[in-house]
């Protein structure tokens, strides 16, 4: 219909442009009103995935063309190919599809044309971004796109076959919605997880239209994991190119995204995703280790489907019996499974709505009749809720669940012997009710670990973090999140004991499972390199650190936010580095910053503010610099000492810096005074 040429616009600005102009001898009533239907579509849109239109008009031989964004990039499939694309990188860049398409139809425009072709990948600041193009055969849904006439021939084929939904494939394809532009989509994320279209497009082609036709209305598609595991030659090529191996391809494919894509590709319209965005969110929540919408198509449809595409069959007397037998047995095993999710759900949501109540109860204690006048703190109704968990003992599930939830909340505030209690009796309550290999036991385990590792109590986190990481390894696999994520705690250990080579050992195992299963831009990746360059820092390996700490920030900044705290973490350990090579004057800017984003962040004496603090006092006595030392130094104290309390390794390393600070300005007796609080004396 058309042809497109690069071109240079070069007022009022100078930028290169793509010219669609219709070919010449085209210019049919037919495709004129397409190609004006186009121009009108782009018009209408404003989305950083579709290409945008700047001008239109016709050429001195009167052949109509429009001027939009040169788009400078590559069909989707090969550039998440030629790139090597993990699955979850694959699927960021596809939900950035999805919601240029979901704005498409908010204008009230279908597509009835997505392909890779039609999906070009260009790179801007470092980042892939998709734009959707070629709109000639779009449908609008409300409105008219041109005052001209716009038909298709009985019978005739509007779009390509091999992204082509059941009602487009139909002899009379006149109603489309929105759902087709899903169908398409399901079949370019078909494409992009197996490297291979749902169907064999090379053998129908051969047998085809009206087969083709047939096939595609009719026949459903192998689930991806299928086609992975039954085509060993092409799975190899494309487990390769998404940087796995055939095995775990078909393990990130089974369960959650087999099911997204089967809903997609569903024949029935009425049962697949209803909008573009509903299977973007599906799509986010598989990412973010949620529950997602899709699932399994049940028994009964199954059956229902069977029955419909085999009618003389199944009436038929041997097979009738047999469809019978397996119905009624598929039934009674649906039936089971749906009363045991219902049991499981009731008790699910009958625990929620405790957990609920309980809260809610908590902050009546805010409400004016009950506080008469009082101040409130978050603290406050923290404490008040610690207490009257002993009215929740004769139900363990929701007593455990309330005293993670609470003690996590403890130690994030820096509260850990208010946490301990409660995080240890929820970890024997679960470890009692559901068993040790449980998930929500191995998180509770995991808290518990964490907390001892805040209070320096090493001894008795490294046995916790060691038994998650085993049973996790068993549980859900090597490469599974959360095994990596106590992997690299215990590897955080490591190092604050000071055992510096197992840390680095394990952190390096760490990353590279995380660079190649989440990617290198995932906050997991990111925080691992952020514990390599502390591993570096210990070994004192300085410049190595800082190099990696500065990459490691940019990534938090940009994945997490400046203020978040492992972003703030790295920058105490950035301003370490330049301490310890000399670099006193950036290390001290650093350290100032970091500490007052520290006390709005987390608290003025919380512990990481006290020890960026403790770190600030170190440099400045180093230097002999006593004076500024001695009130940064003094916080630090008060922090250790209201968090963790005065026998903890921390405050009393701080009192020891206070006793040099002393020494220092000349002060004997305030020294004394100092040792005196160390344990055993003076």
Excluded at 3 to 28: C, F, H, N, S, Y
Excluded at 234 to 245: I, N, Y
Excluded at 550 to 573: E, K, Q, Y
Aim: proline share 4%; net charge positive.
């Amino acid at each position: 219909m058309g042809e497109v040429w690069l071109a240079e616009q070069t007022r009022p600005v100078r930028r290169q442009v793509a010219i669609k102009v219709v070919k010449a001898g085209m210019d049919t009533a037919q495709v004129l009103a397409r190609f004006d239907a186009e121009r009108q579509a782009l018009a209408l849109m404003d989305h950083p995935a579709i290409a945008r239109i700047f001008d239109g008009g016709s050429t001195p031989k009167g052949r109509p063309y429009f001027a939009m964004e040169y788009v400078r990039g590559e069909a989707i499939t090969s550039y998440c190919d030629n790139n090597r694309l993990s699955i979850a990188d694959r699927l960021e860049l596809f939900i950035q599809l999805c919601d240029g398409v979901q704005h498409a139809h908010q204008k009230g425009i279908i597509h009835r044309d997505l392909k890779p072709s039609n999906v070009m990948v260009s790179i801007a600041d470092g980042r892939a971004t998709p734009h959707i193009i070629d709109f000639g055969i779009a449908k609008a849904m409300t409105q008219p796109l041109t005052e001209q006439p716009l038909f298709t021939g009985i019978g005739g084929v509007v779009g390509t076959l091999d992204y082509m939904s059941p009602e487009q494939a139909a002899v009379s394809s006149s109603d489309i919605d929105t759902r087709s532009d899903v169908y398409s989509l399901g079949v370019l994320l078909y494409e992009l997880l197996t490297g291979a279209l749902p169907f064999d497009t090379t053998a129908l082609r051969e047998a085809g239209v009206d087969e083709f036709r047939r096939v595609i209305r009719e026949q459903d598609p192998p689930k991806p994991s299928t086609r992975i595991s039954t085509n060993p030659g092409d799975a190899t090529t494309a487990a390769g190119r998404r940087r796995l191996v055939v095995a775990k391809l078909v393990r990130a494919l089974r369960g959650d995204l087999d099911w997204i894509t089967v809903k997609a590709l569903e024949k029935d319209r009425a049962r697949r995703y209803q909008t573009v965005n509903a299977m973007a969110l599906d799509i986010r929540r598989h990412l973010n280790n949620e529950p997602v919408v899709a699932g399994p198509p049940n028994a009964l449809y199954r059956t229902r489907k069977f029955v419909r595409r085999h009618r003389f069959g199944v009436v038929t007397g041997a097979a009738a019996v047999v469809a019978l037998i397996g119905f009624t047995t598929l039934m009674a095993v649906q039936a089971s499974r749906v009363a045991r999710e219902r049991d499981r759900a009731n008790q699910e949501a009958a625990t929620a709505r405790q957990v609920s109540d309980f809260l809610v109860g908590l902050f009546r204690v805010s409400d004016p009749n009950e506080s008469r006048g009082r101040t409130t703190s978050a603290r406050d109704i923290l404490d008040r809720g610690a207490r009257e968990l002993e009215k929740l003992r004769d139900q363990p599930d929701v007593h455990a669940r309330l005293q993670t939830t609470i003690g996590t909340v403890y130690t994030n505030l820096g509260a850990y012997s208010a946490a301990a209690p409660l995080m240890e009796q929820s970890v024997a309550t679960r470890r009692r009710t559901v068993g040790s290999d449980h998930p929500e036991t191995l998180s509770a385990i995991h808290e518990l670990a964490n907390l001892y590792w805040y209070q320096n109590r090493f001894a008795e986190a490294e046995p916790l973090f060691t038994e998650v990481l085993e049973r996790r390894r068993v549980v859900l696999g090597p490469e599974h999140r959360d095994t990596l994520l106590v992997e690299f705690d215990l590897g955080s250990l490591y190092g604050r004991q000071g055992r510096w080579s197992e840390a680095e050992t394990l952190g390096r195992h760490t990353l590279a499972i995380q660079e190649r299963v989440l990617g290198p831009d995932h906050r997991d990746t990111i925080g691992s390199q952020g514990n390599l360059a502390a591993y570096l820092n210990g070994q004192k390996r300085y410049a190595e650190a800082a190099e990696l700490l500065l990459r490691v920030i940019d990534g938090r900044r940009r994945v997490l936010g400046s203020d978040h705290p492992s972003t703030l973490v790295s920058i105490g350990n950035l301003a370490f580095s330049y301490r310890m090579v000399g670099d006193f004057k950036r290390a001290e800017e650093i350290y100032l910053e970091s500490i007052e984003t520290n006390r709005r962040v987390n608290g003025d004496l919380h512990s990481r503010t006290s020890a960026l603090r403790s770190n600030l006092a170190s440099m400045y006595v180093k230097q002999g610099r006593y004076a500024d030392a001695e009130p940064v130094s003094m916080k630090a104290y008060e922090g250790f000492l209201a968090g963790l309390g005065a026998d903890n390794e921390q405050t009393q390393d701080e009192i020891k810096i206070l006793i040099k600070i002393a020494d220092g300005l000349g002060k004997p007796a305030e020294a004394r005074r100092w040792r005196e609080k160390l344990k055993g004396g003076p």
